[in-house]
């Protein structure tokens, strides 16, 4: 027997059993709503009570379509429990009772934002009471990230409404809202002034992505304007907000003044400098063109900068820079002024060379047209001789000859310098400067150098000699400025004395530089001794040969042949003295001395 018309004829028995009685009084309380982020589970919660238990009623749950019909999902009685077939829900819900409370959970899984719908829990009793709840599921899905994208061309205060940006966020239900903000103030105003469209689109997922476009007609106001947008969204028990980040728009608008400084350098300015001027208004309009006027003559700039190479004082002057708006032909203009200081070359007088008599004082001056004060300074072979324009050496000497250097600066500018130079000879009679040693001791046979250093002018003369009048021959002669330095090379055979002789027209002056010869007694000494070492040699030797040491000769011998042989010799040999010496010839014939 099918369990709903078994359940029906049980109905029926009780009522017979009971006879006429009232309904049995049946309460169901539900919250209004259950509220659950997409994709988790939703536990919705029916509470009843029944004057016939829970054993006596019969429990059913419904929804309602987006077109306002009641579908039962779910079915449950003393003896059955059933799900209904073919719904949405089939395979996600399931249904718990607590009959000791009275409760009826229906648990939903994996919630969509399609399942965002009213459901119903009816509950009946055997004696036909009824009670009914009703429960809102809310479903929520925190959106994206807002993005935020500005427009790059500038803008106008001339145009009329603008776009300034676009804000968009994604992903998100319920629908998110997009506000804007301009400097932490949300945007208000009249659609002549300001416009705001929004567009939304529902992803296939049910989903909201809402898109917000900003025009605006903008002001000078909103060069440093900071706009953003703010994003609200719905999450379970209350609301969220989020922003994104800042953008900034170019705006254009017209000058209303106009300045003209010196970029560089910074300071006073030099001949020689490089100028950078740099022009500027205080708008910005693309429209604006700038010119540099001096002196008549107009030039046009490059990125709002003019540029004078190697200025001269003849670029002093006032620099009128001029702003011209292309599209209104206003013209403004500012000024400013730049004065080029200078140093002019030094001016040494005497001009020089000069000559200057010994003793007498010497007195010159050194001076340099210049735009600011000037500094002076003398020096000499690289020492500082004098301060100020004029230089003045008392008692000159020698020593005063020279090349002088004046060097004017400018203390105010760096690097701002000129010199000039003076070249002083001093008149005098040969002066030669002391060598270190004119007593030389070199080895015989050998070469040597002599330096004679001649201080005098005009330059003098110089010729090398020898104590016995021999002019010797110069090595080499350099011309300084205080004189002359001669080289003679010397042949060192035997002692001798050379002569440094200098002369001019003022006068004379010698040296005079002696030579000694090492090792020529020696020598002498030692070709005595080899002369007397051959004599003794050559009298050991005729000694030797007188005793018949040498040649064959060996004191008394016999010398026996055949007494029938032609060619029998005999040799005899004394040892008396060499006089008494008899030599015998051949054939025994006695040889007189004078043929040995």
């Known amino acids: 027997m099918d369990a709903r018309v078994a359940a029906s004829l049980l109905a029926g028995l009780v009522v017979l059993l009971h006879g006429l009685t009232a309904w049995a009084l049946v309460e169901v309380n539900m919250e209004d709503r259950v509220e659950v982020y997409r994709g988790d589970t939703a536990q919705i ?14 429990i059913q749950w419904f929804y309602v379509s987006r077109l306002g019909e009641k579908q039962k999902i779910y079915y449950e009685d003393a003896t059955t429990k059933a799900v209904e077939r073919g719904t949405p829900f089939t395979d996600r819900i399931t249904v718990n009772v607590t009959a000791a409370t009275g409760e009826v959970v229906l648990t939903i899984a994996d919630v969509q934002v399609r399942d965002q719908l009213e459901f119903i829990c009816l509950i009946k009793s055997l004696t036909d009471g009824v009670g009914e709840g009703r429960t809102k599921l809310l479903v929520f899905e925190k959106p994206d990230s807002p993005t935020i994208e500005g427009f790059q061309e500038g803008i106008s205060i001339y145009d009329d409404l603008s776009k300034i940006g676009i804000c968009e966020v994604k992903n998100g239900f319920p629908k998110p809202n997009i506000t804007w903000y301009r400097n932490n103030a949300p945007l208000r ?21 809402v898109r917000s476009e900003l025009s605006m007609k903008v002001t000078k106001e909103d060069k440093n304007a900071h706009f953003y947008c703010e994003v609200t969204y719905l999450v379970p028990g209350g609301t969220r907000m989020t922003e994104t980040n800042t953008i900034n728009i170019t705006v254009y608008y017209p000058s209303t003044a106009v300045q003209v400084w010196v970029q560089s350098p910074k300071g006073k300015i030099k001949e020689g400098d490089s100028i950078e001027l740099r022009c500027q208004g205080d708008g910005n309009m693309p429209s604006s063109i700038f010119t540099i006027k001096h002196q008549g003559e107009e030039y046009p700039l490059e990125s709002n900068t003019y540029v004078i190479a190697n200025v001269t004082r003849l670029n002093s002057g006032d620099y009128e820079c001029v702003s011209l708006d292309t599209d209104t032909y206003e013209e403004l203009s500012g000024t400013t002024s730049i004065f080029v200081d200078y140093l002019d070359p030094a001016v040494v007088a005497p001009a020089g060379p000069v000559e200057i008599d010994h003793g007498e004082e010497l007195t010159a001056t050194c001076n340099a047209l210049s735009s600011l004060l000037t500094n002076t300074a003398w020096f000499k072979d690289g020492q500082h001789v004098s301060m100020g324009h004029h230089l003045i050496v008392k008692d000159v000497t020698f020593d005063t000859a020279g090349t002088y250097q004046c060097v004017v600066t400018v203390p105010e500018i760096d690097g701002l310098e000129t010199m000039g130079t003076l070249g002083v000879n001093v008149n005098g009679p040969p002066e030669i400067v002391p060598p270190k040693s004119t007593d030389i001791e070199e080895s015989f046979d050998s070469t040597v150098d002599l330096t004679c250093h001649v201080r005098g002018f005009p330059a003098p003369t110089i010729v090398w000699t020898t104590l016995d009048g021999k002019v010797l021959e110069t090595t080499s002669e350099v011309e300084l400025e205080d004189g002359i330095i001669s080289v003679a090379s010397v042949a060192v055979t035997s002692d001798l004395t050379a002569f440094c002789n200098a002369s001019n027209q ?6 005079a530089f002696k030579i000694k010869a090492k090792g020529s007694g020696v020598i002498i000494a030692v070709v005595i001794i080899c002369i007397l070492l051959l004599a003794i040699l050559g009298s050991g030797l005729y000694f030797l040969y007188k005793k018949g040491k040498i040649c064959g000769r060996s004191g008394k011998q016999d010398l026996t042949k055949d007494k029938s042989g032609k060619d029998n010799i005999v040799v005899e040999m004394k040892s008396d003295n060499t006089e008494d010496a008899i030599l015998l010839g051949v054939n025994g014939d006695k040889q007189p001395p004078n043929h040995q």
């Open 45 to 58: 919660v029916c509470m009843f009570s029944s004057d016939d238990g829970i054993g006596g009623v019969s």
């Open 506 to 511: 003022y006068g004379a002056d010698a040296v």
């Open 189 to 209: 105003g009249a659609d002549d002034v300001m416009k705001v469209v929004p567009s939304i689109t529902t992803e296939s997922s049910g989903l909201f992505s």
